[in-house]
């Protein structure tokens, strides 16, 4: 089995696959994520090799005790073989989630140009054309960090939940807020699809995160959700540095 593991910046995913394609065997998004989890991943299950990507500073027992547990690790850099070219002015700052995100959806449509939208604590935006090419993107803020700054940046808002009511005009101070933080990523999400269609007029948008079926249903575009997208393409890049 392949582990693979992604750390983001409120909670890792793990997730094993039994080939480099399709969907994983097992899913996993943890809070704690420590030798002690690893302990008893391995101890149910045989893995032979595991690739760790993470946007937060990596635990250095955690990649000591993959290297010791399984014959072929990969710490996910800069310096990482890709399937795809990056033609990001300063790769070594491109998230790893991003740059996995465009190579999961990439095996799920190859050869179309894709824009894979990652709603999670900040937003990204990230294209990849057909070509092969990934030509950058743009990070925002995320619904809760929406929320959260409204209530911090002003003296009477309140701090708001982001599951409930989003009218498209608000009818309280709380529909308000909550509207205008996820309808506001709504429009902006269409707003990117009709600007870059203008170039790339076949284009494919993806959906993950961990805000993704918040916002799916309020989406103008078609799209494809897949929570799994980071995952699966940090599965290729695994399978391609092979």
Do not use: W
Request: net charge negative.
């Amino acid at each position: 089995m392949r582990l693979v593991i992604d750390e983001g910046n409120t909670s890792v995913k793990t997730a094993l696959f039994s080939t480099t394609d399709g969907e994983p065997a097992f899913v996993e998004r943890v809070r704690r994520f420590d030798t002690g989890y690893l302990d008893t991943l391995f101890s149910r299950y045989a893995i032979s090799s595991c690739i760790y990507s993470s946007v937060v500073d990596v635990d250095a027992s955690v990649v000591a005790s993959l290297q010791a547990r399984v014959p072929e690790f990969v710490l996910f850099d800069a310096d990482t073989p890709l399937p795809v070219a990056v033609d990001y002015r300063t790769p070594q700052t491109l998230g790893r989630d991003r740059i996995a995100a465009v190579v999961g959806a990439a095996g799920e449509a190859p050869g179309k140009d894709l824009l894979v939208v990652d709603a999670g604590t900040c937003i990204t935006y990230d294209l990849l054309t057909a070509d092969g090419h990934y030509r950058g993107g743009n990070i925002a803020p995320g619904v809760k960090m929406r929320l959260k700054a409204m209530h911090a940046y002003t003296r009477k808002l309140p701090l708001v939940e982001k599951i409930g009511d989003t009218p498209v005009l608000g009818c309280d101070t709380e529909t308000a807020m909550r509207a205008g933080a996820v309808r506001g990523i709504c429009y902006e999400i269409d707003g990117y699809v009709n600007a870059l269609r203008q170039e790339y007029p076949q284009l494919l948008i993806f959906l993950t995160g961990g805000d993704a079926f918040l916002l799916a249903d309020k989406l103008k575009t078609p799209i494809f959700v897949d929570e799994c997208i980071v995952l699966k393409g940090l599965n290729r890049i695994l399978q391609y540095g092979k």
